[in-house]
C-alpha cells in the first residue's frame, strides 16, 4: 500500500514506522495522566527493545499526574504518542501552560498521525465520506459523527468507515473497546474510573487494567457502548 496522501498541513506531522523491524507493536489508550495504571498496563505488556509501543494521544490533563505520563513516554524509545485534543490545547496555549512547563517541549514533539504498514494512529478519527487529504489537523483530533462533529449525538465515524487502512484511536470514550475489521477504539475511559486498554496490532489480543480509582466524574451518556454492526 502507497502511503497516504494527507494535506501539507498534516503530513508535516506524520511519522511513519516500517513494522517489519519490530517484534510486536502495541497501541494503548487514553492515559490522561494514570500513570499507575501505565506502569501496570506496561508491566503486563513487558514490551522488549525489539517492540513498538505507540499511543493515541490525550496523556495529559484530568488526571493525577499528566508530567509523570509523558516523561514515561517520552523517555522509552520503543513509545510514541501521536498528539491529542488535550495535547494540542497546550502546543497552541489555549489553556494555562504553566502545569505542563516541564513537558511543553516532549509535547510538541507528538506526530499528529503514525502510520505503521496499513495500520494507522490518530487521535479522534476520519470522516469516511472524505479523502484523506481534505483532513485538517482539527479533523483527526476531533472527529467522532459524521458529518463532522465533535459531540456524542452519532452516528459515529467509525460504525461507517470500512478502509483502507486500519485506524487505531482514542477520544471518543467506550465502555469497552471498538475492534472491527477497519478500526479500533481503545479510550475505555480510564480517567473516569474504567480502564486502561492496549490493543496487539499482530494478535488482535487487547488488555486491559482496572482504573485505581474516578479521578473525573463523567455522564453516562457520554460514555458509549456500541460494537461493531
Excluded at 505542563?100 to 509535547?107: S, T, W
Excluded at 490518530?122 to 479523502?131: I, L
Excluded at 470514550?173 to 490493543?199: K, N, Q, W
Aim: proline share 7%.
Amino acid at each position: 500500500m502507497s502511503p497516504p496522501e494527507f494535506s501539507d498541513s498534516v503530513e508535516a506531522l506524520h511519522r511513519r514506522f516500517d513494522p517489519d523491524q519490530y517484534d510486536g507493536i502495541y497501541v494503548v489508550g487514553d492515559v490522561h495522566g494514570c500513570i499507575d495504571e501505565l506502569r501496570t498496563l506496561w508491566a503486563r505488556l513487558d514490551p522488549s527493545a525489539d517492540d513498538l509501543v505507540l499511543f493515541v494521544g490525550d496523556l495529559v490533563r484530568k488526571g493525577p499526574d499528566s508530567t509523570a505520563v509523558v516523561e514515561f513516554v517520552h523517555q522509552r524509545e520503543n513509545a510514541v504518542s501521536v498528539r491529542g485534543n488535550n495535547e494540542a490545547k497546550i502546543i497552541h496555549e489555549r489553556i494555562d501552560t504553566d502545569p505542563f512547563a516541564g513537558i511543553e517541549d516532549a509535547v510538541a514533539s507528538f506526530p499528529l498521525v503514525v502510520t505503521v504498514g496499513d495500520a494507522m494512529v490518530v487521535h479522534g478519527g476520519v470522516d469516511p465520506t472524505r479523502p484523506l487529504r481534505a483532513h485538517s489537523p482539527d479533523d483527526l483530533l476531533e472527529m467522532r459523527s459524521v458529518p463532522p462533529s465533535n459531540g456524542y449525538d452519532g452516528p459515529f465515524w467509525f460504525q461507517q468507515y470500512d478502509g483502507p487502512r486500519r485506524i487505531c484511536f482514542g477520544h471518543t470514550v467506550l465502555g469497552s473497546p471498538f475492534v472491527s475489521e477497519h478500526a479500533v477504539g481503545l479510550d475505555t475511559g480510564c480517567v473516569y474510573g474504567g480502564s486502561l486498554t492496549a490493543y496487539d496490532l499482530r494478535s488482535g489480543d487487547v488488555a486491559s487494567v482496572p482504573a485505581e480509582a474516578t479521578y473525573q466524574q463523567r455522564s453516562s451518556d457520554k460514555i458509549l457502548d456500541v460494537s461493531p454492526e
